[in-house]
C-alpha cells in the first residue's frame, strides 16, 4: 500500500501566519507543508478563507501580498470546499454544541465535510471543538 497524502484544512490564521512570514509560527508551518519525509499535505479551502485573507491586502493596497495570497488560492493540488447548505447546517450544530464563532465553525464543518486529517489552527477554542473529529496542529 502507498504512502497517502494527508488532507489539511488550515484555518485562516496559519494562511496569514505562513504567508506574511510571522516569526512565531512561520517555520513551523513550511516544514508541515514541506515534510523531510513522507509526502506533502493537500490544503482544502473555502471561499470563507479566501476573503479573510484577502481583506487586510486589500483595505492597506498591498498589491505584491494580495497576489501571493492569490497565487496559494490558486495553486494546482489545493482543493476549495463548496459551502454547501449540509456544511451550514453541520456549522449551526457545531457552532450551537460549542459556542464557536460563525466563521469558525463554517471552517470546522468544512474540513469535516471535505474528509479532512487535520485542521490546523492556533485557536483553543476551534481545536476544542474539533478534538475527536480530526486531528489538530496548534
Known amino acids: 500500500m502507498g504512502l497517502k497524502n494527508s488532507v489539511v484544512y488550515p484555518d485562516t490564521c496559519i494562511l496569514i501566519y505562513w504567508l506574511e512570514r510571522n516569526e512565531a509560527y512561520a517555520d513551523a508551518i513550511v516544514q508541515k507543508l514541506r515534510p523531510a519525509q513522507g509526502l506533502a499535505?493537500?490544503?482544502v479551502f473555502t471561499e470563507?478563507?479566501?476573503l479573510e485573507c484577502r481583506v487586510k491586502p486589500l483595505k492597506t493596497g498591498n498589491r505584491i501580498q494580495l497576489a501571493?495570497?492569490?497565487r496559494v488560492f490558486s495553486t494546482p493540488g489545493?482543493?476549495?470546499e463548496a459551502l454547501t447548505r449540509e456544511v451550514f447546517d453541520l456549522a449551526?450544530?457545531?457552532r450551537a454544541q460549542h459556542n464557536l464563532k460563525t466563521p469558525d465553525a463554517i471552517h470546522l464543518a468544512a474540513a469535516v465535510h471535505a474528509g479532512c486529517d487535520e485542521i490546523w489552527t492556533n485557536d483553543d477554542r476551534l481545536a476544542k471543538a474539533a478534538a475527536g473529529a480530526l486531528a489538530c496542529l496548534t
Open 48 to 50: 470563507l478563507t479566501r
Open 92 to 94: 449551526t450544530e457545531l
Open 41 to 43: 499535505p493537500i490544503l
Open 78 to 80: 489545493y482543493r476549495f
Open 68 to 70: 501571493g495570497y492569490d
